[in-house]
């Protein structure tokens, strides 16, 4: 599977079906989730699709690991900010809608800036640079209060621009729709640019970069312009960001987004184009209801991230996408009884690990709430032995029979693999 | 005397305090078929790396078509006219056979790093990376990805790719190691076909391939060129025969 290809190759006609689909998905969204906390959440996966994509390009397509991709977008964020306060103090006749531009250019120009300096190395050298100018970065944040505002950030507001179609983008629905059409578009583009001459030779660098120097290529330079159009489209996602908070603090510059985005893009997965989207939807989801229930989501987060990268390194999007050919081949019901089977000790792992942190995190951080839990709708008492033993039984037998299971769930999807290329064959 | 299009002028290259290539000094004429001998460590690959730009040389100067080059980086050398295989395969595993030649082609017809036209558009490119793969024998291996090829047919796109470029000089390292009979005769006439009106520089060991394909035959002995000249000059020179061909020479011309 090569980096920038969705799967099955679809043909022109497929393309514009695709492309087609998903702005009609986006535009009835809000009409199925139409409570405010759908439309915030819906507006965060908007621009976390954006820079979670921006930065495949640097790990995905061109193999580049970046800790300090935060830089871009939230200097983005903080442009954005300045500039809807210039137009909104000065009443410039700027509309809202191309704002994000803004945001795009100052993430274009200190990428260019920065990956003058960074992408001279590759490897672990590149990523070190990296994590050296996001700390330089988060440092100057605290430092220079003029341009990001110290503790308090830059505060701003989206509806003092010249407004267009009497759209004010006061209302949440008004901006779910702005960051919809920008998403779209930032998508349409990245992708296409996977298809280009300088997308083919990213991927080209990225799988063997010695041999690109030998064909022409100064993998120098397409890893340089790979590193601004991805700084450009984080920048556009900063800038999003800024209007959809109306707030940019230096917490946007710092280390911890820049984690952020590449969990969220490992987790989806690198090796494909939509991976990426897959983590940002799902992983802004579990940062906003997760939080809402356990003061541990972190932890689950991090679990997940782990158990990502050493059971299903090609990501979430890479487990979906493996069953393509089975759905193409009509074999997948196939693997059904196996995955209903482990189903079973998956369930007893996740609920045994669940009620143990989340017993822990009572008992360890939050004692004050005393010691009577409603974990998954059970409630037991955090200090009784029988809740632990419980607990114990369930990790303990749920992995014993994981382990007995898994043999089976492989040979069974490796069967109904063969069967549909068999099918495909005939 | 028509200009050389491959120079080399005392050269020289030292790796710490230990000289391997000590001063080369060799012409390849345009058109030619050269290939360079000699035995293991004699510093052949290290020639290669020093002419392709791979390493710096740590003296004396290299010419391609009477200009300089010694010095420039890789793709830039390779945008001047000389492309080069690799001794171990040197493919993008990751993708198809077809994309692999193109991305051999892009450069050399000025597609460089754009980002701004779709490269399925790009016929010329297309079509002839098509070319190449039927001149390699590898038009029904298209949209198989270059790593599950098999080892010959792996030999067979890094020669591909070397060549996809149109380069004028092309440096064959190696091409045909670890090949069964068969599969090296398939090569040689790939490598003959292919090199139609180029100039040629190959290190080989097999030495029916070099008194087969050559016009001329250079021996690299200790990093130094003892001797030049036609296949049959090079198998009668005595000096050839003490310092390395010996029994090599005679099985290949018994053979």
């Given at each position: 599977?090569?980096g920038?290809?969705?799967?099955g190759?679809?043909?022109?006609?497929a393309?514009?079906?695709l492309?087609?689909?998903?702005?009609?998905?986006?535009?009835?969204?809000?009409?199925?989730?139409?409570?405010?906390?759908?439309?915030?959440?819906?507006?965060?996966?908007?621009?976390?699709?954006?820079?979670?994509?921006?930065?495949?390009?640097?790990?995905?397509q061109?193999?580049?690991?970046?800790?300090?991709?935060?830089?871009?977008?939230?200097?983005?964020?903080?442009?954005?900010?300045?500039?809807?306060?210039?137009?909104?103090?000065?009443?410039?006749?700027?509309p809202?809608?191309?704002m994000?531009?803004?945001g795009?250019?100052?993430?274009?120009?200190?990428?260019?800036?920065?990956?003058?300096?960074?992408?001279?190395?590759?490897?672990t050298?590149f990523a070190?640079?990296?994590?050296?100018?996001?700390?330089?970065?988060?440092?100057?944040?605290?430092i220079?209060?003029?341009?990001?505002?110290?503790?308090?950030?830059?505060?701003?507001?989206?509806?003092?621009?010249?407004?267009?179609?009497?759209?004010?983008?006061?209302?949440?629905?008004?901006?779910?729709?702005?960051?919809?059409?920008?998403?779209?578009?930032?998508?349409?583009?990245?992708?296409?640019?996977?298809?280009?001459?300088l997308?083919?030779?990213?991927?080209?660098?990225?799988?063997?970069?010695?041999?690109a120097?030998?064909?022409?290529?100064?993998?120098?330079?397409?890893?340089?312009?790979?590193?601004?159009?991805?700084g450009?489209?984080?920048?556009?996602?900063?800038?999003?960001a800024?209007?959809?908070?109306?707030?940019?603090t230096?917490?946007?510059?710092?280390a911890?987004?820049?984690?952020?985005?590449?969990?969220m893009?490992y987790?989806?997965?690198?090796?494909?184009?939509?991976?990426?989207?897959i983590?940002?939807?799902?992983?802004?989801a579990l940062?906003?209801?997760l939080?809402?229930y356990t003061?541990?989501?972190?932890?689950?987060?991090?679990?997940?991230?782990?158990?990502?990268?050493?059971?299903?390194?090609?990501?979430?999007?890479?487990l979906?996408?493996?069953?393509?050919?089975?759905?193409?081949?009509?074999?997948?019901?196939?693997?059904?009884?196996?995955?209903?089977?482990?189903?079973?000790?998956?369930?007893?792992?996740?609920?045994?690990?669940?009620?143990?942190?989340?017993t822990?995190?009572?008992?360890?951080?939050?004692?004050?709430e005393?010691?009577?839990?409603?974990?998954?709708g059970?409630?037991?008492?955090?200090?009784?032995?029988?809740?632990?033993?419980?607990i114990v039984?369930?990790?303990?037998?749920?992995?014993?029979?994981?382990?007995?299971?898994?043999?089976?769930?492989?040979?069974?999807y490796?069967?109904?693999?063969?069967?549909?290329?068999?099918?495909?064959?005939? | 005397?028509?200009?050389?299009?491959?120079?080399?002028?005392d050269l020289?290259?030292?790796?710490?305090?230990?000289?391997?290539?000590?001063?080369?000094?060799?012409?390849?004429?345009?058109?030619?078929?050269?290939?360079?001998?000699?035995?293991?460590g004699?510093?052949?690959?290290?020639?290669?790396?020093?002419?392709?730009?791979?390493?710096?040389?740590?003296?004396?100067q290299?010419?391609?078509?009477?200009?300089?080059?010694?010095?420039l980086?890789?793709?830039?050398?390779?945008r001047?006219?000389?492309?080069?295989?690799?001794?171990?395969t040197?493919?993008?595993?990751?993708?198809?056979?077809?994309?692999?030649?193109?991305?051999?082609?892009?450069w050399?017809?000025?597609?460089?790093?754009?980002?701004?036209?779709?490269?399925?558009?790009?016929?010329?490119?297309?079509?002839?990376?098509?070319l190449i793969?039927?001149?390699i024998?590898?038009?029904?291996?298209r949209d198989?990805?270059?790593?599950?090829?098999?080892?010959?047919e792996?030999?067979?796109l890094?020669?591909?790719i070397?060549?996809?470029?149109?380069?004028?000089?092309?440096?064959?390292?190696?091409?045909t190691?670890?090949?069964?009979?068969?599969?090296?005769?398939?090569?040689?006439?790939?490598?003959?076909?292919?090199s139609?009106?180029?100039?040629?520089l190959?290190?080989?060991?097999?030495?029916?391939?070099?008194?087969?394909?050559?016009?001329?035959?250079?021996?690299?002995?200790?990093?130094?060129?003892?001797?030049?000249?036609?296949?049959?000059?090079?198998?009668?020179?005595?000096?050839?025969?003490?310092?390395?061909l010996?029994?090599?020479?005679?099985?290949?011309?018994?053979?």
């Open positions: 599977m090569t920038g290809a969705l799967p190759a679809p043909t022109a006609r393309h514009w079906l492309w087609g689909g998903g702005a009609v998905i986006l535009a009835v969204l809000p009409l199925v989730f139409s409570s405010g906390a759908s439309l915030t959440m819906m507006s965060l996966m908007g621009f976390a699709i954006i820079f979670a994509l921006s930065y495949n390009m640097l790990l995905g061109t193999g580049m690991l970046s800790f300090g991709h935060a830089v871009y977008y939230g200097l983005g964020g903080f442009m954005t900010a300045h500039a809807l306060n210039v137009v909104g103090a000065g009443r410039l006749p700027v809202l809608p191309v994000p531009l803004v795009g250019l100052a993430g274009l120009t200190f990428a260019v800036i920065f990956g003058w300096v960074s992408t001279k190395r590759a490897g050298a070190m640079i990296s994590l050296g100018i996001g700390e330089l970065v988060a440092a100057c944040s605290l220079l209060r003029g341009f990001f505002g110290g503790e308090g950030g830059i505060s701003t507001s989206r509806t003092k621009t010249l407004a267009v179609f009497g759209l004010n983008f006061g209302p949440q629905i008004q901006m779910y729709y702005l960051i919809a059409a920008w998403c779209l578009l930032c998508v349409g583009a990245m992708y296409a640019i996977t298809r280009t001459p997308g083919r030779m990213c991927n080209a660098v990225r799988d063997n970069p010695e041999r120097e030998f064909v022409g290529y100064s993998t120098q330079m397409v890893r340089f312009l790979v590193f601004c159009l991805s450009f489209f984080a920048g556009v996602a900063g800038g999003l800024a209007m959809h908070y109306e707030i940019v230096s917490s946007m510059v710092g911890a987004p820049s984690g952020f985005v590449l969990l893009t987790i989806g997965g690198v090796a494909f184009f939509i991976g990426p989207i983590g940002a939807v799902l992983m802004t940062q906003i209801s939080s809402d003061g541990a989501w972190q932890l689950y987060v991090g679990v997940m991230f782990v158990l990502v990268v050493m059971y299903a390194p090609w990501g979430l999007g890479g979906i996408l493996m069953h393509q050919p089975l759905l193409a081949g009509r074999t997948l019901r196939r693997v059904a009884p196996a995955y209903a089977l482990v189903a079973l000790p998956v369930a007893m792992i996740a609920g045994g690990a669940i009620a143990l942190v989340e822990a995190h009572r008992l360890l951080v939050n004692l004050t005393g010691t009577a839990m409603h974990v998954l059970v409630s037991f008492d955090a200090k009784s032995p029988l809740a632990w033993a419980v039984v369930l990790l303990v037998a749920g992995v014993w029979l994981l382990q007995r299971m898994s043999p089976r769930v492989s040979a069974a490796h069967d109904a693999l063969q069967a549909a290329r068999a099918a495909k064959g005939s | 005397m028509a200009e050389a299009a491959l120079q080399l002028i020289h290259k030292r790796f710490g305090a230990t000289p391997i290539i000590r001063g080369v000094k060799l012409e390849v004429t345009r058109g030619e078929r050269h290939a360079v001998i000699g035995p293991n004699a510093g052949k690959s290290t020639l290669f790396n020093l002419i392709s730009g791979r390493f710096p040389a740590s003296s004396g290299i010419k391609l078509n009477g200009e300089d080059i010694t010095g980086p890789p793709y830039v050398i390779n001047r006219g000389l492309s080069r295989s690799f001794q171990v040197n493919i993008f595993p990751r993708m198809s056979v077809f994309e692999n030649i193109r991305c051999g082609v892009l050399s017809l000025g597609y460089r790093y754009s980002f701004w036209q779709r490269v399925a558009s790009a016929r010329d490119a297309s079509e002839r990376a098509d793969l039927q001149q024998n590898l038009a029904s291996r198989t990805p270059a790593g599950v090829l098999s080892y010959a792996q030999r067979a890094e020669i591909g070397t060549i996809a470029g149109g380069a004028e000089v092309i440096l064959l390292d190696e091409p190691a670890g090949m069964s009979r068969s599969e090296t005769e398939h090569a040689v006439a790939l490598i003959r076909r292919v139609e009106g180029k100039t040629l190959i290190v080989e060991h097999d030495m029916s391939v070099v008194f087969n394909l050559a016009d001329r035959i250079s021996v690299l002995v200790y990093g130094e060129i003892i001797a030049t000249g036609t296949p049959e000059a090079i198998r009668a020179n005595a000096e050839v025969q003490k310092a390395y010996g029994s090599a020479a005679e099985e290949a011309s018994h053979a």
